[in-house]
């Protein structure tokens, strides 16, 4: 009988200590670590960035470890996902365009292989004065101190691609401020216009509009002279009434908004991510522009292309044909 029991006990202690350690196996598995660029803090594309990471957190659980970058902007997070230090990122159309060219400069980082993974929404570009200011359209930059954005934003990228598509090139003084310094700048008189590129609406400029008496000047006319000079990623957008509080619309510069990576991601990685993009909107939908995420336009990344994972995510969500 005691023998018995031995061998009972041996037994139970080798199955108990056999699924310890297939536990241990599992639990240690570290998660994939996912690093996504966003941007400015305040604005739009630092909102959207988080809201993916939360998406990412809901879908995969402890699978992924999913932190985000605070960043300068659109070439700031090209060099950021050239160098691997970002695994996502999010950038306006027309920088990714030319950096797949070799156009704009990253630091001298190697190239990359950019591949989009889902067209977001639409940057929209704000020139923004007080209230009272005399500037009414662009012509009345010259001689004027102006914020252009920061100095790897892709704001300023798009902002001098109209200076000099509208001739006006070298006209100001120009400060390389990002949105909060800029707006500071503004009120304290050392600037005396900005420009920012986010999406509808900003919500630090909407904020300082509730605080503080702002204008948007108009730019829609200078889009024909600026497809005609860099290409047709750029079209006419209108800022409307009361996006912020008390200012009125303006026609303007707009462009798409990207969703990126490279294709060195694992298509695993990039599958997973793009579906949990669409499979939670209530996460996705909290940032305004969000709530303009759809499946049927977030396959026109031209003119950069979509990453295969990407497509055949597409393709089975009957989206993409080919």
């Known amino acids: 009988m005691r023998a018995r029991r031995k061998a009972l006990i041996f037994a139970l202690t080798i199955l108990l200590l056999a699924a310890t350690t297939s536990g241990c196996g599992a639990d240690s598995t570290p998660p994939e670590r996912i690093v996504i660029a966003g941007g400015v803090d ?3 594309y630092a909102r959207y960035a988080a809201a993916l990471s ?15 970058l605070s960043t300068a902007g659109s070439v700031d997070n090209l060099r950021r996902l050239a ?21 704009i400069g990253l630091n001298n980082t190697a190239p990359a292989d950019y591949r989009a993974v889902a067209r977001l929404y639409d940057d929209y570009i704000h020139l923004v004065v007080k209230a009272d200011s005399p500037i009414r359209d662009l012509a009345d930059l010259r001689g004027r101190r102006i914020a252009v954005g920061g100095s790897t934003s892709g704001t300023a ?7 000099a598509a509208v001739g006006q090139s070298g006209q100001s003084t120009e400060s390389e401020l990002g949105l909060s310094e800029a707006l500071d700048a503004l009120d304290r008189g050392q600037v005396d216009a900005f420009f920012w590129s986010g999406g509808l609406p900003t919500g630090r400029l909407a904020d300082a509009a509730h605080a503080e008496r702002l204008r948007l000047v108009p730019l829609g006319d200078a889009v024909s002279d600026l ?5 047709t990623v750029y079209h006419q957008g209108r800022i409307p009434a009361e996006t912020y509080a008390g200012v009125d619309g303006v026609d303007t510069v707009a ?4 969703l990126m990576t490279t294709s060195r991601t694992p298509d695993r990685v990039v599958r997973e991510t793009v579906a949990a993009l669409f499979a939670h909107p209530e996460v996705i939908g909290r940032v305004p522009t969000g709530q303009l995420l759809n499946r049927a336009e977030a396959i026109f990344t031209e003119p950069v292309p979509l990453h295969e994972a990407a497509l055949e995510y597409f393709r089975e969500e009957k989206i993409a044909t080919g």
């Open 42 to 44: 305040g604005g739009v």
């Open 54 to 68: 939360q998406a990412l957190t809901a879908a995969l659980g402890h699978r992924v470890q999913v932190s985000v």
């Open 83 to 103: 160098a691997g230090e970002a695994t996502f990122a999010i950038c306006a159309a027309d920088a990714v365009a030319d950096a797949r060219l070799g156009d």
């Open 157 to 163: 990228f798009v902002v001098r691609r109209i200076l």
């Open 227 to 231: 497809r005609t000079e860099y290409g």
């Open 255 to 258: 462009f798409p908004d990207l």
